[in-house]
């Protein structure tokens, strides 16, 4: 077995040419072995890494590592899908539209409360995660406070839900009433912060992330605001 292993794909940011992220190792095996599900293992492989340093001249993957890509018939139906999955959310930061939202609980600010994300099937649901500490989300969650008020045709029929990280309830509730910012549906996502069950479930690894699913359950989009154009997403799917 043989593999000439070349990079396809440089570092997408750099900081004096010494680190970077996202780079992807492509190479090429030649093998007369097969696989358990009797495909050859001959053929183009991928590895992907979220963090790279480069030392002695020479590029590392470091943080985290996964496959990416593996030569047709090597990966059984499942498998091929969870690698799809998971390569979307390297390249994205999020899941992927058409994929069912993850039911997940969380906790109401105003009442203390658990709710389900399935409770608010019906309805469009603007998820936005965020938290005290975190300077972009400020402004997204202050435009939110007048989502429905700027769209009448929301009313009753879309929910703007920011989803705060922090460690407790109570910060994050202080933070929202100091600046009257109670015009949204604010919850919690419970005890964890980054690693709290929805930050988990959505994959979220930075902030603010937001997510609109649609009354079915389903995502529609997501991203970081305002690089995507919430509003105008709500409104279409609206429509649908």
Request: charged share 25%; hydrophobic share 40%; with cysteine.
């Amino acid at each position: 077995m043989t593999a000439n292993p070349t990079i396809t794909r440089h570092i997408a940011r750099t900081a004096n040419g010494l680190e970077g992220d996202k780079l992807t190792v492509v190479f090429t095996v030649h093998s007369s072995k097969k696989s358990r599900r009797g495909a050859s293992l001959s053929g183009v492989y991928a590895i992907y890494g979220d963090e790279a340093v480069r030392k002695g001249g020479q590029w590392h993957l470091t943080g985290k590592i996964q496959w990416s890509k593996f030569p047709e018939g090597i990966l059984d139906r499942k498998a091929a899908k969870e690698l799809e999955l998971e390569n979307y959310v390297a390249e994205h930061d999020t899941l992927p539209p058409g994929m069912a939202a993850p039911d997940v609980e969380v906790v109401r600010m105003d009442d203390g409360k658990h709710l389900r994300l399935t409770n608010l099937l019906g309805k469009v649901v603007v998820l936005d995660f965020w938290a005290v500490g975190c300077g972009a989300c400020q402004e997204p969650l202050r435009k939110m406070q007048k989502y429905l008020d700027d769209h009448a045709a929301w009313k009753g029929r879309v929910e703007v839900m920011p989803i705060s990280i922090d460690s407790t309830l109570k910060e994050a509730r202080n933070h929202l009433t100091r600046r009257c910012w109670t015009n949204t549906f604010n919850v919690w996502a419970g005890p964890g912060d980054w690693k709290s069950a929805p930050a988990r479930a959505f994959r979220i690894s930075g902030i603010p992330t937001c997510y609109i699913i649609d009354p079915k359950g389903t995502i529609v989009d997501a991203g970081v605001p305002p690089l995507i154009d919430v509003p105008e997403i709500v409104d279409k799917t609206l429509q649908r």
